[in-house]
Protein backbone atom coordinates (compact mmCIF):
# COMPACT_ATOMS: atom_id res chain seq x y z
CA UNK A 1 0.00 0.00 0.00
CA UNK A 2 2.79 2.57 0.91
CA UNK A 3 4.33 1.80 -2.85
CA UNK A 4 1.36 2.22 -4.47
CA UNK A 5 0.96 5.48 -2.12
CA UNK A 6 4.16 6.67 -2.39
CA UNK A 7 3.66 6.19 -6.50
CA UNK A 8 0.27 8.63 -6.22
CA UNK A 9 1.18 11.31 -4.57
CA UNK A 10 4.52 11.67 -6.80
CA UNK A 11 1.82 11.22 -9.54
CA UNK A 12 -0.40 13.86 -8.08
CA UNK A 13 2.21 16.70 -7.31
CA UNK A 14 3.23 15.66 -10.89
CA UNK A 15 0.45 16.25 -12.77
CA UNK A 16 -0.70 19.61 -14.21
CA UNK A 17 -3.38 20.53 -12.27
CA UNK A 18 -1.78 20.65 -9.03
CA UNK A 19 0.63 22.71 -10.45
CA UNK A 20 -1.86 24.85 -12.05
CA UNK A 21 -3.31 25.43 -8.40
CA UNK A 22 0.06 25.77 -6.89
CA UNK A 23 0.39 28.64 -9.01
CA UNK A 24 -3.37 30.02 -8.51
CA UNK A 25 -2.54 29.64 -4.73
CA UNK A 26 0.26 32.01 -4.88
CA UNK A 27 -1.29 34.31 -6.99
CA UNK A 28 -4.31 34.28 -3.93
CA UNK A 29 -1.89 34.75 -1.40
CA UNK A 30 -0.53 38.02 -2.95
CA UNK A 31 -3.89 39.41 -3.99
CA UNK A 32 -5.28 38.51 -1.06
CA UNK A 33 -3.01 39.58 1.37
CA UNK A 34 -2.75 43.12 -0.74
CA UNK A 35 -7.01 43.36 -0.05
CA UNK A 36 -6.38 42.62 3.47
CA UNK A 37 -3.56 45.44 3.83
CA UNK A 38 -6.36 48.05 1.82
CA UNK A 39 -9.39 46.64 4.39
CA UNK A 40 -6.81 47.15 7.36
CA UNK A 41 -5.81 50.55 6.50
CA UNK A 42 -9.43 51.57 5.70
CA UNK A 43 -10.31 50.12 9.29
CA UNK A 44 -7.47 52.19 10.71
CA UNK A 45 -8.29 55.67 8.94
CA UNK A 46 -12.07 54.90 10.38
CA UNK A 47 -10.79 54.44 13.71
CA UNK A 48 -8.95 57.88 13.29
CA UNK A 49 -11.93 59.52 12.35
CA UNK A 50 -14.76 58.15 14.50
CA UNK A 51 -13.12 55.60 17.25
CA UNK A 52 -12.89 52.54 17.44
CA UNK A 53 -15.45 50.64 15.15
CA UNK A 54 -16.24 46.65 16.91
CA UNK A 55 -19.28 46.10 14.79
CA UNK A 56 -17.84 47.18 11.42
CA UNK A 57 -14.70 45.75 11.87
CA UNK A 58 -16.26 42.11 13.02
CA UNK A 59 -18.89 42.31 10.07
CA UNK A 60 -15.72 43.00 7.51
CA UNK A 61 -13.20 40.87 9.35
CA UNK A 62 -15.75 38.25 9.57
CA UNK A 63 -16.38 38.54 5.95
CA UNK A 64 -12.26 38.75 4.82
CA UNK A 65 -11.92 35.57 6.70
CA UNK A 66 -14.85 33.98 5.35
CA UNK A 67 -13.66 34.84 1.78
CA UNK A 68 -10.04 33.40 2.21
CA UNK A 69 -11.22 30.20 3.34
CA UNK A 70 -14.16 29.79 1.11
CA UNK A 71 -11.58 30.97 -2.01
CA UNK A 72 -9.25 28.06 -0.30
CA UNK A 73 -11.91 25.24 -0.07
CA UNK A 74 -12.65 25.86 -3.56
CA UNK A 75 -9.31 25.43 -4.58
CA UNK A 76 -8.84 22.55 -2.52
CA UNK A 77 -12.03 21.00 -3.91
CA UNK A 78 -10.93 21.51 -7.59
CA UNK A 79 -7.85 20.12 -6.96
CA UNK A 80 -9.51 17.08 -4.88
CA UNK A 81 -12.02 16.49 -7.68
CA UNK A 82 -9.95 17.13 -11.13
CA UNK A 83 -6.61 15.17 -9.61
CA UNK A 84 -8.70 11.87 -8.29
CA UNK A 85 -11.91 11.58 -9.59
CA UNK A 86 -9.97 9.93 -12.93
CA UNK A 87 -7.40 7.93 -10.73
CA UNK A 88 -9.43 4.64 -10.53
CA UNK A 89 -12.02 5.04 -13.53
CA UNK A 90 -9.56 6.22 -16.13
CA UNK A 91 -6.85 3.82 -14.83
CA UNK A 92 -9.63 0.63 -15.13
CA UNK A 93 -10.55 2.21 -18.73
CA UNK A 94 -6.38 2.69 -20.08
CA UNK A 95 -5.44 -0.29 -18.85
CA UNK A 96 -2.87 1.36 -16.13
CA UNK A 97 -4.39 -0.85 -13.83
CA UNK A 98 -4.39 -4.44 -15.28
CA UNK A 99 -0.41 -4.81 -14.59
CA UNK A 100 -1.41 -4.19 -11.23
CA UNK A 101 -4.36 -5.91 -9.93
CA UNK A 102 -2.55 -8.78 -11.42
CA UNK A 103 0.47 -8.20 -8.39
CA UNK A 104 0.31 -10.23 -5.34
CA UNK A 105 -1.21 -7.26 -3.89
CA UNK A 106 -5.08 -7.11 -2.49
CA UNK A 107 -7.23 -5.12 -4.13
CA UNK A 108 -8.03 -2.91 -1.01
CA UNK A 109 -4.48 -1.63 -0.92
CA UNK A 110 -4.78 -0.26 -4.22
CA UNK A 111 -7.86 1.84 -3.30
CA UNK A 112 -5.74 2.35 0.15
CA UNK A 113 -2.45 3.71 -1.80
CA UNK A 114 -4.54 5.70 -3.55
CA UNK A 115 -6.71 7.54 -1.19
CA UNK A 116 -3.43 7.95 1.24
CA UNK A 117 -1.48 9.09 -1.91
CA UNK A 118 -4.02 11.49 -3.29
CA UNK A 119 -4.83 12.40 0.69
CA UNK A 120 -1.47 13.42 1.49
CA UNK A 121 -1.00 15.38 -1.22
CA UNK A 122 -4.17 17.35 -0.51
CA UNK A 123 -3.41 17.87 3.20
CA UNK A 124 0.06 19.29 2.76
CA UNK A 125 -1.40 22.00 0.24
CA UNK A 126 -4.80 22.24 2.64
CA UNK A 127 -2.40 22.98 5.56
CA UNK A 128 -0.08 25.52 3.52
CA UNK A 129 -3.31 27.34 2.83
CA UNK A 130 -4.66 27.25 5.87
CA UNK A 131 -1.67 28.30 7.77
CA UNK A 132 -1.64 30.92 4.65
CA UNK A 133 -4.56 32.57 5.51
CA UNK A 134 -4.61 32.29 8.92
CA UNK A 135 -0.93 34.43 9.07
CA UNK A 136 -1.92 37.06 6.71
CA UNK A 137 -5.54 37.47 8.44
CA UNK A 138 -3.10 37.63 11.90
CA UNK A 139 -1.00 40.31 10.51
CA UNK A 140 -4.22 42.42 9.02
CA UNK A 141 -7.42 40.99 10.57
CA UNK A 142 -6.17 40.59 13.92
CA UNK A 143 -9.17 41.47 15.71
CA UNK A 144 -11.29 38.39 14.27
CA UNK A 145 -9.12 35.83 15.18
CA UNK A 146 -8.60 37.41 18.53
CA UNK A 147 -10.12 34.45 21.18
CA UNK A 148 -8.40 32.23 18.73
CA UNK A 149 -6.56 29.17 20.84
CA UNK A 150 -4.25 26.49 19.80
CA UNK A 151 -7.07 24.00 20.14
CA UNK A 152 -9.32 26.02 17.53
CA UNK A 153 -6.52 26.69 15.36
CA UNK A 154 -5.63 22.77 15.23
CA UNK A 155 -9.29 22.26 15.26
CA UNK A 156 -10.13 24.43 12.11
CA UNK A 157 -7.32 23.13 10.28
CA UNK A 158 -8.56 19.65 10.42
CA UNK A 159 -12.20 20.80 8.99
CA UNK A 160 -10.18 22.88 6.54
CA UNK A 161 -8.47 19.57 5.47
CA UNK A 162 -11.31 17.04 5.78
CA UNK A 163 -13.64 19.29 3.30
CA UNK A 164 -10.81 17.58 0.36
CA UNK A 165 -11.08 14.64 1.95
CA UNK A 166 -14.43 14.43 1.48
CA UNK A 167 -14.46 14.87 -2.01
CA UNK A 168 -11.54 12.67 -2.88
CA UNK A 169 -13.38 9.80 -0.75
CA UNK A 170 -16.34 10.35 -2.85
CA UNK A 171 -14.25 10.37 -5.73
CA UNK A 172 -12.95 7.63 -4.91
CA UNK A 173 -16.25 5.59 -4.39
CA UNK A 174 -17.63 6.45 -8.03
CA UNK A 175 -14.25 6.35 -9.64
CA UNK A 176 -14.97 2.82 -8.65
CA UNK A 177 -18.27 2.19 -10.25
CA UNK A 178 -18.43 4.35 -12.70
CA UNK A 179 -16.31 5.77 -16.12
CA UNK A 180 -14.40 9.05 -15.36
CA UNK A 181 -16.70 11.32 -17.30
CA UNK A 182 -19.74 10.29 -15.20
CA UNK A 183 -18.00 10.13 -11.91
CA UNK A 184 -16.84 13.52 -12.75
CA UNK A 185 -20.21 14.87 -13.36
CA UNK A 186 -21.66 12.70 -10.49
CA UNK A 187 -19.15 14.53 -7.55
CA UNK A 188 -18.95 17.92 -9.41
CA UNK A 189 -23.13 18.19 -9.21
CA UNK A 190 -22.91 16.90 -5.29
CA UNK A 191 -20.21 19.58 -4.42
CA UNK A 192 -22.45 21.70 -6.29
CA UNK A 193 -25.68 20.42 -4.42
CA UNK A 194 -23.64 20.83 -0.52
CA UNK A 195 -23.10 24.62 -1.35
CA UNK A 196 -26.62 25.01 -2.19
CA UNK A 197 -28.25 23.19 0.64
CA UNK A 198 -25.79 25.27 3.07
CA UNK A 199 -27.12 28.62 1.23
CA UNK A 200 -30.71 26.84 1.82
CA UNK A 201 -29.51 26.41 5.90
CA UNK A 202 -28.30 29.79 5.93
CA UNK A 203 -31.41 31.33 4.66
CA UNK A 204 -33.57 29.38 6.22
CA UNK A 205 -32.37 30.77 9.66
CA UNK A 206 -32.20 34.24 8.72
CA UNK A 207 -35.64 33.85 7.64
CA UNK A 208 -36.81 31.64 10.58
CA UNK A 209 -38.15 28.62 8.37
CA UNK A 210 -37.27 25.77 9.55
CA UNK A 211 -38.59 23.77 5.97
CA UNK A 212 -35.43 25.46 4.81
CA UNK A 213 -33.02 24.63 7.43
CA UNK A 214 -34.36 21.12 7.29
CA UNK A 215 -33.83 20.72 3.57
CA UNK A 216 -29.93 22.16 3.92
CA UNK A 217 -29.85 19.84 7.09
CA UNK A 218 -30.47 16.87 4.65
CA UNK A 219 -28.20 17.81 1.98
CA UNK A 220 -25.54 18.46 4.40
CA UNK A 221 -26.05 15.35 5.31
CA UNK A 222 -25.65 13.86 1.60
CA UNK A 223 -22.70 15.98 0.86
CA UNK A 224 -20.76 17.70 4.06
CA UNK A 225 -18.69 19.89 2.15
CA UNK A 226 -20.51 23.07 2.85
CA UNK A 227 -21.36 22.26 6.35
CA UNK A 228 -17.70 21.76 7.16
CA UNK A 229 -16.93 25.44 5.44
CA UNK A 230 -19.77 27.19 8.40
CA UNK A 231 -17.98 24.37 10.72
CA UNK A 232 -14.48 25.90 10.17
CA UNK A 233 -15.66 29.43 10.13
CA UNK A 234 -17.74 29.30 13.84
CA UNK A 235 -14.36 27.31 15.16
CA UNK A 236 -12.13 29.91 13.61
CA UNK A 237 -14.11 32.96 14.91
CA UNK A 238 -14.57 30.91 18.38
CA UNK A 239 -18.34 32.32 17.34
CA UNK A 240 -19.71 30.75 20.92
CA UNK A 241 -17.73 32.82 22.91
CA UNK A 242 -17.58 35.79 20.95
CA UNK A 243 -20.81 38.31 21.86
CA UNK A 244 -20.74 39.91 18.06
CA UNK A 245 -20.95 36.76 16.34
CA UNK A 246 -24.32 37.71 15.68
CA UNK A 247 -22.83 40.25 13.70
CA UNK A 248 -20.85 37.34 11.47
CA UNK A 249 -23.52 37.32 8.45
CA UNK A 250 -23.24 37.79 4.77
CA UNK A 251 -22.38 35.28 2.07
CA UNK A 252 -19.30 33.98 4.77
CA UNK A 253 -21.29 34.12 7.64
CA UNK A 254 -23.38 31.58 9.44
CA UNK A 255 -26.58 32.16 10.56
CA UNK A 256 -27.16 28.29 11.71
CA UNK A 257 -23.45 26.91 12.72
CA UNK A 258 -23.20 22.93 12.95
CA UNK A 259 -22.46 21.45 15.60
CA UNK A 260 -19.65 19.25 16.26
CA UNK A 261 -21.79 15.70 15.79
CA UNK A 262 -21.49 17.46 11.87
CA UNK A 263 -17.96 16.52 12.35
CA UNK A 264 -18.08 12.63 13.60
CA UNK A 265 -20.67 12.36 11.00
CA UNK A 266 -18.64 13.54 8.83
CA UNK A 267 -15.57 11.29 9.83
CA UNK A 268 -18.25 8.38 9.70
CA UNK A 269 -19.23 9.34 6.45
CA UNK A 270 -15.51 9.13 4.98
CA UNK A 271 -14.81 5.95 6.17
CA UNK A 272 -18.30 4.93 4.68
CA UNK A 273 -17.03 6.22 1.32
CA UNK A 274 -13.42 4.40 1.62
CA UNK A 275 -15.53 1.20 2.66
CA UNK A 276 -17.92 1.45 -0.52
CA UNK A 277 -14.63 2.39 -2.94
CA UNK A 278 -13.46 -0.71 -1.49
CA UNK A 279 -16.34 -2.87 -1.88
CA UNK A 280 -17.17 -1.43 -5.48
CA UNK A 281 -13.12 -2.47 -6.67
CA UNK A 282 -13.15 -5.44 -4.97
CA UNK A 283 -16.25 -6.61 -7.14
CA UNK A 284 -14.93 -4.79 -10.08
CA UNK A 285 -14.24 -6.71 -13.27
CA UNK A 286 -11.43 -4.78 -15.41
CA UNK B 1 2.22 -30.75 -11.17
CA UNK B 2 0.17 -29.03 -13.15
CA UNK B 3 0.68 -25.09 -13.77
CA UNK B 4 -2.61 -24.30 -14.61
CA UNK B 5 -5.77 -26.23 -14.12
CA UNK B 6 -9.19 -25.27 -14.60
CA UNK B 7 -12.50 -26.76 -14.30
CA UNK B 8 -15.42 -25.67 -15.45
CA UNK B 9 -14.57 -22.36 -15.19
CA UNK B 10 -17.11 -19.54 -16.53
CA UNK B 11 -17.50 -15.92 -17.34
CA UNK B 12 -20.34 -14.47 -18.36
CA UNK B 13 -22.00 -10.96 -18.65
CA UNK B 14 -25.58 -11.22 -17.38
CA UNK B 15 -25.48 -14.51 -19.28
CA UNK B 16 -24.14 -13.85 -22.59
CA UNK B 17 -20.64 -13.62 -23.67
CA UNK B 18 -17.46 -14.66 -22.27
CA UNK B 19 -16.09 -18.02 -21.58
CA UNK B 20 -18.18 -21.18 -20.32
CA UNK B 21 -17.48 -24.25 -18.73
CA UNK B 22 -12.99 -24.13 -19.44
CA UNK B 23 -11.76 -27.25 -17.64
CA UNK B 24 -8.37 -27.00 -19.26
CA UNK B 25 -4.98 -28.82 -17.74
CA UNK B 26 -1.23 -26.66 -18.59
CA UNK B 27 1.36 -28.98 -17.47
CA UNK B 28 4.68 -27.05 -15.93
CA UNK B 29 7.33 -26.24 -18.49
CA UNK B 30 5.38 -25.91 -21.85
CA UNK B 31 4.66 -23.33 -24.17
CA UNK B 32 0.91 -23.56 -24.25
CA UNK B 33 -0.99 -21.53 -26.96
CA UNK B 34 -4.46 -20.94 -26.79
CA UNK B 35 -6.27 -19.65 -29.91
CA UNK B 36 -9.74 -18.82 -30.86
CA UNK B 37 -11.29 -16.09 -33.45
CA UNK B 38 -12.03 -12.71 -32.19
CA UNK B 39 -14.88 -12.55 -29.26
CA UNK B 40 -14.25 -16.30 -28.42
CA UNK B 41 -13.35 -15.69 -24.64
CA UNK B 42 -9.69 -15.85 -24.48
CA UNK B 43 -8.47 -12.84 -23.26
CA UNK B 44 -11.57 -13.49 -20.68
CA UNK B 45 -9.67 -16.38 -19.52
CA UNK B 46 -6.82 -14.98 -18.96
CA UNK B 47 -7.82 -12.58 -17.14
CA UNK B 48 -10.04 -14.42 -14.80
CA UNK B 49 -6.44 -16.57 -14.55
CA UNK B 50 -4.54 -13.38 -13.44
CA UNK B 51 -7.07 -11.76 -11.09
CA UNK B 52 -8.68 -9.06 -13.46
CA UNK B 53 -12.33 -10.40 -13.91
CA UNK B 54 -14.18 -12.52 -11.17
CA UNK B 55 -14.93 -16.21 -12.34
CA UNK B 56 -19.18 -16.37 -12.28
CA UNK B 57 -18.45 -20.34 -11.62
CA UNK B 58 -15.90 -23.05 -11.62
CA UNK B 59 -12.36 -23.44 -10.01
CA UNK B 60 -8.99 -23.00 -11.33
CA UNK B 61 -5.31 -23.68 -10.02
CA UNK B 62 -2.37 -22.15 -10.59
CA UNK B 63 0.79 -23.87 -9.88
CA UNK B 64 -1.07 -26.19 -7.66
CA UNK B 65 -3.02 -23.09 -5.40
CA UNK B 66 -6.21 -21.92 -5.72
CA UNK B 67 -6.34 -19.31 -8.05
CA UNK B 68 -7.43 -16.35 -5.26
CA UNK B 69 -4.70 -17.16 -3.47
CA UNK B 70 -2.34 -14.17 -3.73
CA UNK B 71 0.57 -15.56 -2.57
CA UNK B 72 0.63 -17.58 -5.89
CA UNK B 73 1.12 -14.31 -8.18
CA UNK B 74 4.09 -13.72 -6.42
CA UNK B 75 5.73 -16.22 -9.18
CA UNK B 76 3.51 -15.09 -12.15
CA UNK B 77 4.17 -12.67 -14.73
CA UNK B 78 1.93 -11.05 -16.77
CA UNK B 79 2.03 -8.72 -20.19
CA UNK B 80 -1.57 -7.66 -20.62
CA UNK B 81 -2.92 -6.93 -24.03
CA UNK B 82 -3.77 -3.25 -23.66
CA UNK B 83 -0.44 -2.89 -22.06
CA UNK B 84 0.26 0.65 -20.63
CA UNK B 85 1.97 1.50 -17.64
CA UNK B 86 3.28 4.99 -16.01
CA UNK B 87 4.65 7.04 -18.93
CA UNK B 88 6.46 10.00 -16.18
CA UNK B 89 8.37 6.83 -14.75
CA UNK B 90 11.48 5.68 -16.21
CA UNK B 91 11.92 2.40 -17.53
CA UNK B 92 14.02 1.38 -14.68
CA UNK B 93 11.56 3.20 -11.91
CA UNK B 94 8.36 1.48 -13.41
CA UNK B 95 10.74 -1.84 -12.93
CA UNK B 96 11.46 -0.52 -9.23
CA UNK B 97 7.93 0.09 -8.80
CA UNK B 98 6.40 -3.12 -10.04
CA UNK B 99 9.55 -4.91 -8.25
CA UNK B 100 7.93 -4.02 -5.01
CA UNK B 101 4.39 -4.86 -5.81
CA UNK B 102 5.62 -8.33 -6.91
CA UNK B 103 7.11 -8.20 -3.18
CA UNK B 104 10.95 -8.43 -3.97
CA UNK B 105 13.57 -6.67 -1.44
CA UNK B 106 15.44 -3.98 -2.99
CA UNK B 107 18.29 -5.55 -2.85
CA UNK B 108 16.25 -8.66 -5.12
CA UNK B 109 15.27 -5.37 -7.26
CA UNK B 110 18.56 -4.22 -8.36
CA UNK B 111 19.81 -7.58 -8.96
CA UNK B 112 16.95 -8.29 -11.41
CA UNK B 113 16.36 -5.23 -13.38
CA UNK B 114 19.58 -5.52 -15.35
CA UNK B 115 18.72 -9.00 -16.09
CA UNK B 116 15.39 -8.90 -17.51
CA UNK B 117 16.43 -5.25 -19.39
CA UNK B 118 18.90 -7.66 -20.91
CA UNK B 119 16.78 -10.32 -21.57
CA UNK B 120 14.43 -7.49 -23.58
CA UNK B 121 17.01 -5.70 -25.30
CA UNK B 122 16.17 -2.49 -23.56
CA UNK B 123 19.13 -1.81 -21.19
CA UNK B 124 19.99 1.03 -23.39
CA UNK B 125 16.34 3.00 -23.01
CA UNK B 126 16.21 2.34 -19.26
CA UNK B 127 17.01 5.85 -18.01
CA UNK B 128 14.13 7.23 -20.57
CA UNK B 129 10.98 7.94 -19.66
CA UNK B 130 8.71 5.21 -20.53
CA UNK B 131 6.47 8.22 -22.04
CA UNK B 132 9.08 8.69 -24.86
CA UNK B 133 9.29 4.55 -25.36
CA UNK B 134 7.91 3.49 -28.73
CA UNK B 135 4.85 1.03 -28.68
CA UNK B 136 7.53 -1.70 -28.95
CA UNK B 137 9.66 -0.81 -26.50
CA UNK B 138 6.50 -0.29 -24.27
CA UNK B 139 5.86 -3.86 -25.16
CA UNK B 140 9.23 -5.09 -24.61
CA UNK B 141 9.43 -2.93 -21.17
CA UNK B 142 6.55 -4.84 -20.40
CA UNK B 143 7.79 -7.88 -20.94
CA UNK B 144 10.59 -6.96 -18.50
CA UNK B 145 7.95 -6.75 -15.71
CA UNK B 146 6.51 -9.54 -16.98
CA UNK B 147 10.07 -11.35 -15.84
CA UNK B 148 10.72 -9.47 -12.89
CA UNK B 149 9.86 -11.83 -10.15
CA UNK B 150 11.68 -14.76 -12.30
CA UNK B 151 8.30 -16.54 -12.49
CA UNK B 152 7.23 -19.80 -12.88
CA UNK B 153 4.45 -19.01 -15.11
CA UNK B 154 3.71 -16.32 -17.38
CA UNK B 155 0.83 -15.37 -19.03
CA UNK B 156 1.37 -13.04 -22.50
CA UNK B 157 -1.36 -11.45 -24.34
CA UNK B 158 -0.32 -10.82 -27.33
CA UNK B 159 3.13 -10.50 -26.32
CA UNK B 160 4.37 -9.23 -29.80
CA UNK B 161 1.52 -7.35 -31.27
CA UNK B 162 3.70 -3.81 -31.30
CA UNK B 163 6.68 -5.74 -32.32
CA UNK B 164 8.79 -5.20 -35.52
CA UNK B 165 10.26 -8.56 -37.24
CA UNK B 166 13.33 -8.60 -35.28
CA UNK B 167 11.52 -7.61 -31.71
CA UNK B 168 9.26 -11.22 -32.50
CA UNK B 169 12.45 -12.68 -33.26
CA UNK B 170 14.38 -12.25 -30.20
CA UNK B 171 10.71 -12.61 -28.22
CA UNK B 172 10.45 -15.71 -29.77
CA UNK B 173 13.87 -16.74 -28.65
CA UNK B 174 13.45 -15.40 -25.69
CA UNK B 175 10.45 -17.54 -25.44
CA UNK B 176 12.26 -20.82 -26.13
CA UNK B 177 15.04 -19.90 -23.56
CA UNK B 178 12.88 -19.71 -20.91
CA UNK B 179 10.70 -23.33 -22.17
CA UNK B 180 14.47 -24.26 -21.68
CA UNK B 181 14.26 -22.97 -18.23
CA UNK B 182 11.40 -24.99 -17.02
CA UNK B 183 9.35 -21.80 -17.12
CA UNK B 184 5.67 -22.84 -18.48
CA UNK B 185 4.37 -19.55 -20.93
CA UNK B 186 1.07 -19.12 -21.63
CA UNK B 187 0.82 -17.90 -24.72
CA UNK B 188 -2.33 -15.75 -26.26
CA UNK B 189 -1.72 -14.73 -29.84
CA UNK B 190 -3.22 -14.24 -33.12
CA UNK B 191 -0.22 -14.85 -34.98
CA UNK B 192 -0.05 -19.15 -35.79
CA UNK B 193 2.82 -19.04 -37.35
CA UNK B 194 4.72 -18.38 -33.98
CA UNK B 195 2.95 -20.55 -32.23
CA UNK B 196 3.07 -23.26 -34.64
CA UNK B 197 6.80 -22.57 -33.47
CA UNK B 198 7.00 -22.21 -30.20
CA UNK B 199 4.35 -24.08 -28.59
CA UNK B 200 3.63 -27.84 -27.53
CA UNK B 201 0.26 -27.95 -26.39
CA UNK B 202 -2.60 -25.68 -27.75
CA UNK B 203 -6.36 -25.14 -26.55
CA UNK B 204 -8.88 -23.50 -28.72
CA UNK B 205 -11.87 -21.93 -27.62
CA UNK B 206 -14.68 -20.85 -30.15
CA UNK B 207 -17.93 -19.01 -28.97
CA UNK B 208 -16.80 -19.47 -24.79
CA UNK B 209 -16.27 -22.91 -25.12
CA UNK B 210 -13.71 -25.30 -25.84
CA UNK B 211 -13.52 -26.92 -28.70
CA UNK B 212 -9.57 -28.46 -28.02
CA UNK B 213 -6.58 -29.07 -26.07
CA UNK B 214 -3.69 -30.50 -26.73
CA UNK B 215 -0.30 -31.32 -28.58
CA UNK B 216 -1.38 -30.01 -32.15
CA UNK B 217 1.25 -31.88 -33.83
CA UNK B 218 -0.31 -35.01 -32.81
CA UNK B 219 -3.75 -33.26 -34.15
CA UNK B 220 -2.19 -32.90 -37.08
CA UNK B 221 -0.60 -36.55 -37.99
CA UNK B 222 -4.03 -37.82 -37.61
CA UNK B 223 -4.49 -37.67 -40.84
CA UNK B 224 -1.42 -38.75 -42.98
CA UNK B 225 -0.45 -37.54 -46.39
CA UNK B 226 2.09 -37.75 -48.58
CA UNK B 227 3.54 -35.85 -51.19
CA UNK B 228 4.94 -37.47 -54.38
CA UNK B 229 6.78 -35.99 -56.97
CA UNK B 230 7.08 -38.66 -59.86
CA UNK B 231 8.13 -38.00 -63.65
CA UNK B 232 6.39 -39.10 -66.93
CA UNK B 233 2.89 -41.00 -65.19
CA UNK B 234 -0.42 -42.40 -66.81
CA UNK B 235 -3.67 -42.86 -65.21
CA UNK B 236 -3.49 -47.08 -64.92
CA UNK B 237 0.27 -46.56 -63.38
CA UNK B 238 -1.72 -45.37 -60.49
CA UNK B 239 -4.18 -48.18 -60.40
CA UNK B 240 -1.76 -50.41 -58.25
CA UNK B 241 -1.18 -47.73 -55.81
CA UNK B 242 -4.92 -47.25 -55.26
CA UNK B 243 -5.22 -50.83 -55.34
CA UNK B 244 -2.75 -51.29 -52.36
CA UNK B 245 -5.21 -48.48 -50.08
CA UNK B 246 -3.89 -45.32 -51.04
CA UNK B 247 -5.70 -42.89 -52.31
CA UNK B 248 -5.22 -40.50 -54.69
CA UNK B 249 -6.08 -37.34 -53.74
CA UNK B 250 -4.82 -34.66 -55.89
CA UNK B 251 -2.18 -34.65 -58.51
CA UNK B 252 -0.67 -31.84 -60.54
CA UNK B 253 1.93 -30.77 -62.90
CA UNK B 254 4.84 -28.74 -61.66
CA UNK B 255 5.97 -25.49 -62.82
CA UNK B 256 6.54 -24.87 -66.74
CA UNK B 257 5.31 -28.88 -67.21
CA UNK B 258 2.09 -27.87 -66.95
CA UNK B 259 2.14 -25.61 -70.45
CA UNK B 260 4.39 -28.39 -71.81
CA UNK B 261 1.21 -30.68 -71.16
CA UNK B 262 -1.64 -28.89 -72.32
CA UNK B 263 0.62 -28.66 -75.58
CA UNK B 264 0.96 -32.47 -75.65
CA UNK B 265 -2.84 -32.96 -74.91
CA UNK B 266 -3.67 -31.08 -77.68
CA UNK B 267 -1.86 -32.46 -80.00
CA UNK B 268 -3.26 -35.93 -78.82
CA UNK B 269 -0.32 -37.17 -76.65
CA UNK B 270 -0.72 -38.80 -73.68
CA UNK B 271 -3.18 -38.04 -71.26
CA UNK B 272 -0.58 -36.89 -68.55
CA UNK B 273 2.61 -34.96 -69.45
CA UNK B 274 6.31 -36.47 -69.79
CA UNK B 275 7.38 -34.04 -67.10
CA UNK B 276 7.20 -33.89 -63.77
CA UNK B 277 3.60 -34.28 -61.46
CA UNK B 278 3.29 -33.86 -57.89
CA UNK B 279 0.92 -36.36 -56.45
CA UNK B 280 -0.90 -36.29 -52.88
CA UNK B 281 -1.92 -39.89 -51.18
CA UNK B 282 -3.87 -40.49 -47.90
CA UNK B 283 -1.83 -43.19 -46.27
CA UNK B 284 -2.96 -45.21 -43.11
CA UNK B 285 -0.72 -44.72 -41.15
CA UNK B 286 3.17 -42.89 -41.30
CA UNK B 287 5.31 -46.24 -40.99
CA UNK B 288 3.07 -46.94 -45.07
CA UNK B 289 5.22 -44.61 -47.14
CA UNK B 290 7.80 -47.10 -48.00
CA UNK B 291 4.78 -49.42 -49.15
CA UNK B 292 3.11 -46.79 -51.26
CA UNK B 293 6.61 -45.88 -53.00
CA UNK B 294 7.09 -49.69 -53.61
CA UNK B 295 3.89 -50.18 -55.12
CA UNK B 296 4.88 -46.71 -57.37
CA UNK B 297 8.09 -48.60 -58.27
CA UNK B 298 6.79 -51.14 -59.31
CA UNK B 299 4.49 -49.44 -60.96
CA UNK B 300 6.96 -48.42 -63.47
CA UNK B 301 6.65 -44.47 -62.00
CA UNK B 302 9.96 -42.58 -61.54
CA UNK B 303 10.36 -40.98 -58.04
CA UNK B 304 12.41 -37.93 -57.80
CA UNK B 305 11.17 -36.34 -54.21
CA UNK B 306 8.45 -37.77 -51.21
CA UNK B 307 7.22 -35.43 -48.25
CA UNK B 308 5.21 -36.44 -45.57
CA UNK B 309 2.55 -33.60 -44.94
CA UNK B 310 1.82 -32.57 -41.70
CA UNK B 311 -1.08 -30.09 -41.42
CA UNK B 312 -0.02 -26.61 -40.03
CA UNK B 313 -1.58 -24.80 -37.15
CA UNK B 314 -3.58 -22.43 -39.65
CA UNK B 315 -5.36 -25.05 -41.09
CA UNK B 316 -5.96 -26.89 -38.01
CA UNK B 317 -7.23 -23.71 -36.19
CA UNK B 318 -9.50 -22.87 -39.51
CA UNK B 319 -11.03 -26.58 -39.49
CA UNK B 320 -12.19 -26.14 -35.71
CA UNK B 321 -13.23 -22.85 -36.21
CA UNK B 322 -15.27 -22.66 -39.31
CA UNK B 323 -16.88 -26.51 -38.30
CA UNK B 324 -20.51 -26.23 -36.84
CA UNK B 325 -21.39 -26.08 -33.86
CA UNK B 326 -21.83 -29.41 -33.03
Redesign the interface.
Known amino acids: ML ?2 AR ?1 TFA ?1 GA ?1 KRVFLVILFLCLAFFLLYGIALDFASQEMMRLNALRGRQPVIQQIVGNQLLGSGMYFASFLMALLALLASVGSVASEIE ?3 L ?9 RSSIILGKFFGYGSMLVSLGLLLFAGIVVLNRLYNPQILSLLTPFHLVYGALIFILQPLVLLGLSMVFGSALRTLTAGVVVTVLYVLGTVGGFLEQVGGLVAKPSLVNVGIVISLVIPSDALFRKLMTVLTVAQENPLASLSLGPFGVAVPPSNLMIIYTLLYLMACLGLALYNFH ?1 K ?2 | MLAIETEKLTKTYSGHGGCRDISLAVPCGTVFGLLGPNGAGKSTLV ?1 ML ?5 ATSGQARILGRPFSD ?5 K ?1 G ?1 L ?1 E ?5 D ?1 LTGEDLLR ?2 G ?4 LSPAEVRARIPEVLGQVGMKEQAAQRVGRYSKGMQQRI ?1 LA ?1 ALLPDPELLFLDEPTSALDPIGRKEVRELLERLKGQGKTVFLNSHLLSELETLCDQIAIIKQGCLVYQGDWRELARRSYQTKVVVGDVIPSQLTSASDGGFQLLAQRPLGVASELEAATRSEGGPALSRFRHELLFRIPEQGSVPTLIQSLVASGIDIYEVTPQVDSLEKLFLQFVTQETE
Not at chain 1, 98 to 106: T, Y
Open positions: TLLERNGLHAIVSKPIPKDL | KVGLLQLSVRRVFPNFRYHWFHALFGGV
